[in-house]
């Protein structure tokens, strides 16, 4: 929404508070600030994580920080996305320039952190780079741009994003800007998981959270685990309230820095039995793109200039089938036809017979329209022998659909 170049402002803490200090072991600790805050509000101190864990501690300004842009705003709140690219073209940048200026440091020990709104961007920056970060700890972070969240509508969480369902809206989201924002995505965390994902994740989340609910962050969580990801949660009860870390088992949580100290301090330090440090390439060097499917296209993150650049590609109309019975063929774009011979082939020709079928009765669900299935039963009759052949249970029941 805003074309043409813009000017990011970032802050850097260094260990000892100056740059001659960073060696060998130094990382680079993004802390990311929250919905409306500016430079390092709502988040860990980048003072005291520089001195604690020997990091050079990066804030960074993305896209809308401050609340004239985030919150009181003609434009939708982004949500992430951009905030994400953001955030980690300033990584690229902290670590390009000690590059440049042959200063070593431990490459090896990136990480990520922020509370509420920065949690949210900080799992988005592990998604678009799912294989820069040795470990990332989201505090309260919004788990989805839902639907209540997106459009203001009555639900669980009282936060308005300001997005417009009218097509015709300069604010209009699509489902593919929506889908690329859920952090719990199981095709994006699948993919991931395919990419060979490295960051450790631990998620903080309060169990009174309303205004980024707990049920969002344990749909993440789960669908996290079911793709074999190295998720931690860490759920907020009053049995862990000391008054002095965590103070509050909703949103605010605590003392966000002695948070990330007190729960993460052993993956973030430089040494220790479960000090964690990245194994393989960052996406920075890779210099390759990350791909995630949504229900039109396809998100691309392009990393061939080093720092990630992203855009989205619509898919193309499916080709038009004349006898939709025959199954053993399907058409490429110019309209020539190849025998299914194997699960690829089928797999295109079943993505035609989907597109087809939306075309008729409209979008299957996205992930992101879950809801209870809520059963009701309201008939239930048994039938026995000789009207059947043996004993029949049959039930009539009402469920939900997303």
Wanted: net charge neutral; aromatic share 8%; with cysteine.
């Amino acid at each position: 929404m805003r074309p043409g170049p813009r000017s990011v402002r970032i802050l850097m803490h260094f260990p000892g508070g100056d740059i001659q200090h960073v060696n060998a072991d130094t990382g680079i600790m993004l802390t990311l600030h929250n919905w409306g805050g500016v430079d390092c509000v709502g988040t860990a101190s980048p003072a005291i994580l520089a001195k604690e864990l020997n990091v050079v501690a990066v804030c960074v300004n993305y896209l809308q920080s401050g609340p004239p842009d985030s919150i009181n705003g003609p434009e939708p709140y982004d949500f992430g996305y951009l905030q994400a690219l953001d955030a980690l073209r300033a990584l690229w940048y902290v670590r390009d320039a000690l590059h440049q200026k042959h200063i070593a440091f431990a490459d090896d020990r990136l990480f990520c952190t922020g509370g509420s709104g920065g949690g949210n961007v900080t799992l988005m920056a592990n998604k678009l780079a799912p294989r820069t970060f040795a470990c990332v700890i989201d505090m309260c972070g919004m788990k989805k741009l839902s639907d209540d969240v997106a459009f203001n509508l009555p639900g669980s969480s009282d936060l308005n994003a300001r997005w417009s369902r009218d097509r015709n809206s300069s604010n209009y989201l699509s489902i593919d800007a929506q889908e690329i924002r859920f952090v719990g995505h199981p095709d994006h965390l699948a993919q991931m998981k395919r990419l060979e994902a490295t960051a450790r994740i631990v998620v903080i989340h309060g169990v009174d959270d309303e205004t980024c609910p707990y049920g969002d962050a344990v749909e993440m969580v789960e669908r996290m685990q079911q793709a074999n990801l190295a998720v931690e949660p860490r759920w907020v009860t009053t049995d862990i309230i000391d008054g002095i870390v965590f103070k509050s088992t909703g949103h605010s949580l605590g003392d966000r820095t002695q948070i990330v100290l007190n729960v993460a301090a052993q993956y973030l330090k430089s040494t220790g039995e479960k000090s964690l440090r990245r194994v393989g390439k960052t996406d920075f060097e890779r210099k390759e793109s990350i791909r995630y499917q949504t229900t039109n296209g396809v998100f691309v993150i392009s990393y061939e200039q080093g720092f990630p650049v992203g855009r989205f590609e619509s898919t193309p109309s499916p080709p038009d089938y004349s006898d939709h019975h025959d199954l053993s063929y399907w058409r490429d774009g110019a309209g020539q036809k190849h025998a299914v011979n194997s699960v690829k082939d089928w797999e295109i020709r079943k993505d035609h017979i989907r597109r087809h079928l939306e075309r008729v009765m409209g979008p299957l669900p996205s992930p992101l329209s879950n809801v209870p299935l809520d059963v009701l039963i309201t008939e239930e009759v048994r039938l026995e022998p000789p009207v059947v052949s043996r004993p029949i249970l049959r039930r009539k029941l009402t469920y939900r659909l997303p």
